[in-house]
């Protein structure tokens, strides 16, 4: 079945961009929508964007400014850069398929992320 | 934006009770309704779309209700492995948001 792994820094400092990406395995990437979901410790859960087949993104209102969604279907992943991050950037990040356009069936196991210097 | 709002924000039952949690919406959203299931430490999990269906495999305790602005997740007979953190998330339009949770306790 469908599985979704996220990769990257756990590490992050001030004013970098935070990077990461998500594997998809067990599926194609050309079909669904793919997010990104964001909890801070003990917050929330907050939808940052999401991606198509065909590369169009729709980004959470106030992330927009620094936040990209990125797709390569060659390798089966998509990415996610949110530059200028600051200490409230600290969250576990998660990727998700959109299943039913919006409703969130598959997720990857989450991968913490500490912006810290 | 639409804000969602639960309530109540934790709750502590006894196995076996009913349980109810709620969830509204600062607009109309008609059914587009999701609930989400969390247990400590874990990822979330699908229970709940189109404000009543359940997904495959989720327990039929498990119920939704709902449309417009007003949901509610019942759990039937609280059982153990119930315990968790529930989100509602609302998807009529992005941008796609969830509640503020109801954390789940066994009293």
């Known amino acids: 079945q469908v599985q979704l792994q996220e990769s990257g820094p756990g590490l992050v400092k001030p004013s970098e961009t935070l990077s990461l990406t998500c594997t998809v395995s067990?599926?194609?990437?050309?079909?669904?929508?793919w997010s990104w979901i964001r909890q801070p410790p003990g917050k929330r859960l907050e939808w940052m964007g999401y991606?198509?087949?065909?590369?169009?993104?729709n980004y959470s209102p106030p992330l927009k400014s620094r936040v990209t969604i990125s797709l390569d279907t060659s390798k089966n992943q998509f990415s996610l850069k949110l530059n200028s991050v600051t200490a409230a950037d600290t969250a576990v990040y998660y990727c998700?398929?959109?299943?039913?356009?919006?409703?969130?069936?598959?997720w990857g196991p989450g991968t913490m992320v500490t912006v810290s210097s | 934006d639409i804000q969602m709002t639960q309530s109540p924000s934790s709750l502590s039952a006894s196995i076996g009770d009913r349980v109810t949690i709620n969830c509204r919406a600062s607009?109309?959203?008609?059914?587009?309704l999701a609930w989400y299931q969390q247990k400590p430490g874990k990822v979330p999990k699908l229970l709940i779309y189109?404000?009543?269906t359940l997904q495959s495999g989720v327990p039929s305790r498990f119920s939704g209700s709902g449309s417009g602005t007003d949901f509610t997740l019942t759990i039937s007979s609280l059982q153990p492995e119930d315990v968790a953190t529930y989100y509602c998330?609302?998807?009529?339009?992005?941008?796609?948001?969830f509640g503020q949770g109801t954390k789940v306790e066994i009293k």
């Open positions: 998700a398929r959109d299943w039913v356009f919006g409703v969130f069936d598959i």
């Open positions: 067990g599926g194609s990437i050309n079909y669904y929508y």
């Open positions: 991606i198509d087949h065909s590369g169009k993104t």
């Open positions: 607009q109309g959203i008609s059914n587009y």
């Open positions: 189109s404000a009543s």
């Open positions: 998330q609302k998807y009529n339009s992005a941008p796609w948001t």
